[in-house]
């Protein structure tokens, strides 16, 4: 995919490229800026609204919710579904590689969303006893295309951070990007899904101070997140290094019967940093799936999963398999929840002198929730992961949270924080073997006119690590730091469109 061939690239191309990425997406949709009216769906065999040979709906009490999986009626009649207006529900199956979603009002719509923000902040803790300025400039694009077989979803963020005096090391200069391409293909009971994340920054993506910024960390995305097991993210803090993470995803899934969908999935990830003195690697995951849709709402899925850990310039890898039961509901612009865990067997290959094998178990959850005018989500994950370019190999659990309300038509606040503990798995005397990373932020914004958008922001950081010494150059600051700033967004076409702001959430 396009984004796949960033990954090859030096800092001085990274931008040139995203840039060419987002015009190659402004081409695709070129129609759309000129003709931002909803669309009437295609009643067409083998469209995503009326797939070829549409099964039997589930029986009745479904609630007027489609059933899970990637074909089914919603419930109110094929006509109901044509309504432009009407929330879509979320298609995806429990055994796949995204959460659950409570649905898009813009499902049967086209979207083009170019923005540009500017930002003033403040940061502290960084160096002791002084506060640095930071002037941020950047831009954002959604792009959303659905077609009679296909929906083309893509996401773009990136800004040139300015720091006032120098960081440290005469650094004034941090950039970051940020995006992800989604492709979708329907053929009746067959949906092929194609996806690819990727994130230049000079730190992780975890907790965004070093790679948005607190006013982008609470903010939705027109895509669901990539379930972690998947995802190739560090939650380790490091000292400044330039850090380039890529996620690439293929799914298949095939609607056996009314009830049941089969899914194959293969993902292929890497954290490269391209300074010195950290962990690169590489993991292949592929999984199995069976969903069972046990009522229009609820679901049960059975999978198995292979990843494969590769650790770049040394002998050292991991292997785990892991099987799951997992349990999904969904209620279509209210509620979306999913909960999986069962055993996990992790290989370890040429750590110390042989062999060896570990039994333990692994844990994914996700909660989103929509009542009038708030919304909230939580995320949970334990499991193994490549180490963040700081451990070879790491047993981690995290948790994160959002919560948002609209006070007024015009006043609304989000609050966030995370937790990641990363543990680990190659004993070594001497070195430290445990990390806890944790952040909180909070936003208060309101709209100016049609096309600007007002944000004032905080944020703050903080990663303690166990007795030891640090297994690479550097595991990052020793002291909490935070940032605070306003920051004026412009959607030159929102005025024109009347399209939301770019959140994929349904507020009923």
């Known amino acids: 995919m396009i984004l796949s061939q960033i990954i090859t690239m030096k800092y001085p ?109 403040g940061e502290t803790g960084i160096l002791p006893g002084k506060t640095l300025s930071v002037s941020r400039v950047g831009g954002s694009l959604g792009i959303e295309q659905h ?21 440290y090391n005469g650094i004034h200069t941090l950039p970051y990007q940020d995006a992800a391409i989604s492709q979708n293909f329907y053929a009746g009971r067959w949906i092929l899904r194609l996806r690819d994340d990727v994130l230049y920054s000079w730190g992780p993506g975890f907790g965004s101070l070093f790679a948005a910024g607190p ?40 609607a056996h019967s009314r009830r049941t969908t089969l899914t194959l999935l293969v993902s292929y990830g890497i954290v490269n940093f391209l300074d010195p003195g950290y962990i690169n690697s590489q993991n292949l995951v592929g999984r199995v799936g069976y969903n069972y849709a ?24 991991l292997q785990t398999d892991l099987a799951q039961m997992e349990f999904g509901r969904k209620v279509t612009g209210r509620l979306a929840f999913q909960l999986a ?39 949970y994950f334990r499991g193994v992961t490549a180490g963040s370019g700081v451990l070879f ?16 038509k015009t006043w609304s606040a989000s609050m966030h924080g995370g937790y990641a503990l990363n543990k680990s798995l190659a004993s070594a005397t001497l070195l430290a073997y445990r990390f806890d990373d944790w952040f909180a932020g909070a936003n208060l ?27 690479v150059l550097s595991c990052g600051l020793a002291h909490p730091f935070s940032e605070y700033g306003v920051t004026l967004g412009w959607h030159p076409l929102s005025g024109r469109s009347g399209e939301p702001r770019g959140t994929a959430a349904v507020r009923p």
């Open 215 to 254: 006013a982008q960390a609470g903010e939705n995305s027109l895509l669901e997140g990539i379930q972690p097991s998947l995802a190739a993210v560090g939650t380790i803090q490091t000292a400044l290094a330039r850090q380039l993470s890529n996620t690439t995803l293929g799914e298949i899934d095939y």
């Open 294 to 317: 046990l009522s229009a709402k609820n679901s049960f899925a059975l999978s198995y999963e292979h990843n494969r850990i590769i650790f770049i310039g040394s002998a050292g890898q």
């Open 341 to 379: 865990a069962g055993p996990q067997l992790i290989h370890y290959y040429y750590f110390a002198t042989a062999k060896r094998q570990q039994l333990s178990w692994s844990a994914t959850g996700s909660l989103t929730y929509q009542w009038r005018r708030s919304g909230y989500s939580l995320s």
């Open 147 to 167: 077609q009679k077989h296909s929906d083309l979803t893509l996401t773009y963020n990136g800004a040139e951070s300015f720091y006032q005096p120098s960081y």
């Open 13 to 121: 191309r990274l931008l040139r490229a995203l840039i060419e990425t987002v015009v190659m997406g402004a081409v695709l949709c070129s129609p759309v800026v000129w003709a931002q009216a909803p669309k009437t769906a295609s009643s067409a065999p083998g469209s995503p609204q009326n797939p070829g040979k549409p099964l039997p709906p589930l029986p009745n009490g479904s609630g007027g919710n489609a059933p899970l999986g990637p074909i089914g009626s919603t419930g109110q009649g094929d006509a109901q579904s044509d309504t432009s207006g009407q929330v879509q529900p979320d298609t995806h199956a429990l055994a796949g590689g995204q959460f659950f979603g409570l649905g898009s009002l813009r499902r049967l719509r086209n979207l083009f969303d170019p923005a540009v923000q500017v930002s003033e902040s």
């Open 445 to 471: 914004s309101r709209p100016i006119g049609r096309q600007f958008r007002l944000e004032l922001s905080y944020g703050f950081q903080q990663q303690t690590t166990g007795n030891g010494l640090c297994p």
């Open 393 to 408: 190999g790491s047993s981690i659990q995290t948790v994160t949270a959002t919560a948002r309300h609209d006070f007024t």
